[in-house]
């Protein structure tokens, strides 16, 4: 487990978070990269945020589970970067991803933020 996970997510959470995130790509805004994630966070525009688990060294996104709790942004791992970058339609991993705009997806991201919320208790 990294370092800067704080909870454990059950893998079908996982595979809804991102069919959730695939669908907010296609049908709205999302910003790729722990920089863009970061600026998005401590704007306050994020309203979820993807983290890998996988990513070498940690210290790339050790940051990014406090800065969403000091800006009350629901956040959520995923096993590889592979995968949040696939879910975007990028042929290459992503280390964190943020949904700006939610899209066709904004209920059902909106359900995955509450499920997660109940999984950090």
Same mark, same amino acid.
């Given at each position: 487990?990294?370092?800067?996970?704080?909870?454990?997510? &059950? +893998?079908?959470?996982?595979? %809804?978070?991102?069919?959730?995130? +695939?669908? *907010?790509?296609? #049908?709205? %805004?999302?910003?790729?990269?722990?920089?863009?994630? #970061?600026?998005?966070?401590?704007?306050? #525009? *994020?309203?979820?945020?993807?983290?890998?688990?996988? /990513?070498?060294?940690? %210290?790339? /996104?050790?940051?990014?589970?406090?800065?969403? +709790? +000091?800006?009350?942004? &629901?956040? #959520?791992?995923? &096993?590889?970067? %592979?995968?949040?970058?696939? *879910?975007?339609?990028?042929?290459?991993?992503?280390?964190?991803?943020?949904?700006?705009?939610?899209?066709? *997806?904004?209920?059902?991201?909106?359900?995955?933020?509450?499920?997660?919320?109940?999984?950090?208790?």
């Amino acid at each position: 487990m990294a370092i800067y996970k704080k909870f454990e997510i &059950p +893998e079908e959470l996982v595979k %809804e978070s991102l069919n959730i995130l +695939e669908n *907010a790509a296609k #049908t709205g %805004e999302v910003r790729k990269g722990t920089n863009e994630v #970061t600026k998005a966070v401590e704007r306050k #525009t *994020a309203s979820m945020v993807y983290i890998a688990e996988n /990513v070498e060294p940690p %210290e790339i /996104v050790m940051h990014l589970p406090l800065l969403c +709790e +000091e800006n009350k942004i &629901p956040y #959520t791992f995923v &096993p590889t970067k %592979e995968d949040l970058g696939k *879910a975007v339609g990028l042929s290459v991993g992503s280390a964190s991803i943020a949904v700006i705009k939610a899209g066709e *997806a904004q209920s059902t991201l909106e359900s995955l933020a509450q499920k997660i919320a109940e999984l950090k208790k």
